[in-house]
T-cell receptor
Framework: GAVVSQHPSRVICKSGTSVKIECRSL??????MFWYRQFPKQSLMLMAT?????????EQGVEKDKFLINHASLTLSTLTVTSAHPEDSSFYIC?????????????FGPGTRLTVT | GENVEQHPSTLSVQEGDSAVIKCTYS??????FPWYKQELGKRPQLIID?????GEKKDQRIAVTLNKTAKHFSLHITETQPEDSAVYFC???????????FGTGTRLTIIP
């Protein structure tokens, strides 16, 4: 149980284009999903908290107009990197929290490696 | 906000020996402390967690201890095996806030 999928696993795009990344909880409902960014050999940096049916909460320094987050259902959240630039190249990972029993456990997706050329 | 420090950044241990990774946190309101294992290019995997109402938790070769007074918690891996080689992250969560603040990670290498 507690499986989170992410799609695509790798994507290469040109500067100026937009890329959408999907995060799905496969066997549980997730009222809250989180989006992280991880640079090589570094820790996970929280970008935003995505709540089903409401606007995402962005961390300080993260541009909400550049990183669009939509949490349309209890099993799906999407991150769209708009007008991508080479500095947006990174490993993007989502996580989902099980929506029951006050549980804190977060389960991570396999990540999406974005390369902007 | 919460700040989590993790040490050491790298750790090499002979197979069969024990490994200890330590983390400190800044906010005394934090009450949930998970540990994640991340292999190269893969997702972080939750390996053990502890809540503030207990001081120690064990799961086979892995244990976590928590000292709320000192605001530090540690991961202990006994009888290490080559497959334990990975990057380990500690994290802390503020009470009533689901956000995890991660430590900087420890690259553990088990020497056969």
């Amino acid at each position: 149980g507690a499986v989170v999928s992410q799609h695509p696993s790798r994507v290469i795009c040109k500067s100026g284009t937009s890329v959408k990344i999907e995060c799905r909880s496969l066997d549980f409902q997730a009222t809250t999903m989180f989006w992280y960014r991880q640079f090589p050999k570094q820790s996970l940096m929280l970008m935003a908290t995505s709540n089903e049916g409401s606007k995402a909460t962005y961390e300080q320094g993260v541009e909400k107009d550049k990183f669009l987050i939509n949490h349309a259902s209890l099993t799906l959240s999407t991150l769209t990197v708009t007008s991508a630039h080479p500095e947006d190249s990174s490993f993007y990972i989502c996580s989902a929290r099980i929506a029951s029993g006050g549980a804190h456990e977060q389960y991570f997706g396999p990540g999406t490696r974005l390369t902007v050329t | 906000g919460e700040n989590v420090e993790q040490h050491p950044s790298t750790l090499s241990v002979q197979e069969g020996d024990s490994a200890v990774i330590k983390c400190t946190y800044s906010d005394s309101a934090s009450n949930y402390f998970p540990w994640y294992k991340q292999e190269l290019g893969k997702r972080p995997q939750l390996i053990i967690d502890i809540r503030s109402n207990v001081g120690e938790k064990k799961d086979q070769r892995i244990a976590v201890t928590l000292n709320k007074t000192a605001k530090h918690f540690s991961l202990h891996i006994t009888e290490t095996q080559p497959e334990d080689s990975a990057v380990y992250f500690c994290a802390a969560s503020l009470f009533g806030n689901e956000k995890l603040t991660f430590g900087t990670g420890t690259r553990l290498t088990i020497i056969p």
